[in-house]
């Protein structure tokens, strides 16, 4: 499977600036935060997927349906048994606490598809450049891009290696998930051997062209602030002000809630 989750296309949401979709990103992990009752949670959730359908991003939740689905009923089970209520549904499940895991578990399914159009829709170096304009030192820039760069990496290492040892006549398939990682502990090991000699060449290239020896330095890329920029952040900025004054009023609870 490509490691690579950024989708080279020409949508609105593509051709926004770096800061704005960084912004954008903030805006909507507080707000899908602020409500209990998941009737209040569903319209900003409804919202991040039609800003995913007009990205045409949210293909690449197919990577991730299984863990969505493990979490999704994880979620509803373990939130609806740790929280309780006034009104039972049966047993000792009350319709608060069921209510309260249908939200939570739409907050976090909503989050994850929130980083999934996120990361769908900026380049490695836009989400860079977009901190460093907002006041991040160069340096923590390219340390956090180095590092991103990184997992695909490891991942494909750990690809490459797999399948070399498949070749040898290792099983990594058969058995419990126990017995799968075990078995995938031993290839560990040429990973991070790889990774450290990876590490100290790519430390030599970096002195050789003179890395830090300027305080200050260029971009290839220069994302600039346009109007739809503007529109964007404007829109956004009501839209969290708007939210932020009914949460005030105390809208969007469920009375009788009891949490654990």
Same mark, same amino acid.
């Given at each position: 499977m490509d490691s690579e989750i950024y989708m080279d296309l020409d949508t609105v949401i593509?051709?926004?600036?770096?800061?704005?979709?960084?912004?954008?990103?903030?805006?909507?992990?507080?707000?899908?935060?602020?409500f209990q009752n998941p009737l209040w949670v569903l319209p900003i959730s409804l919202v991040i997927v039609l800003l995913g359908v007009i990205s045409r991003s949210l293909v690449n939740l197919k990577r991730i349906?299984?863990?969505? %689905?493990?979490?999704? *009923? /994880?979620?509803?089970?373990?939130?609806?048994?740790f929280s309780s209520g006034k009104t039972t549904l049966f047993w000792i499940i009350k319709l608060e606490a069921v209510e309260y895991a249908a939200s939570r578990t739409l907050v976090m399914l909503s989050l994850i598809t929130t980083g999934i159009i996120f990361l769908s829709t900026t380049r490695?170096?836009?989400?860079?450049?977009g901190m460093i304009?907002?006041?991040?030192?160069?340096? %923590?820039?390219?340390? *956090? /891009?180095?590092?991103?760069r990184l997992v695909p990496t490891l991942v494909a290492s750990v690809s490459i290696i797999g399948q070399a040892q498949r070749s040898r006549g290792l099983d990594l398939d058969s058995g419990n998930i126990i017995q799968r990682v075990r078995k995938f502990v031993p290839l560990l090991i040429p990973v991070f051997i790889s990774t450290i000699r990876s590490t100290n060449i790519f430390g030599m290239a970096l002195e050789s062209k003179g890395f830090g020896?300027?305080?200050?330095?260029?971009f290839y890329l220069d994302p600039r602030m346009q109007t739809r920029d503007y529109i964007t952040i404007a829109i956004l900025v009501a839209l969290f002000a708007?939210?932020?004054?009914?949460?005030?009023?105390?809208?969007?609870?469920?009375?009788?809630?009891?949490?654990?």
């Open positions: 593509h051709r926004l600036d770096p800061r704005t979709k960084i912004f954008m990103l903030a805006v909507f992990f507080v707000l899908i935060l602020y349906a299984y863990i969505m %689905v493990i979490l999704t *009923i /994880s979620g509803m089970v373990m939130w609806t048994l490695n170096e836009e989400f860079i450049i304009k907002f006041g991040l030192p160069y340096r %923590v820039g390219f340390a *956090i /891009s180095t590092a991103l020896a300027r305080p200050d330095r260029t708007a939210v932020t004054v009914i949460k005030i009023q105390g809208y969007g609870n469920i009375p009788g809630l009891v949490r654990f």
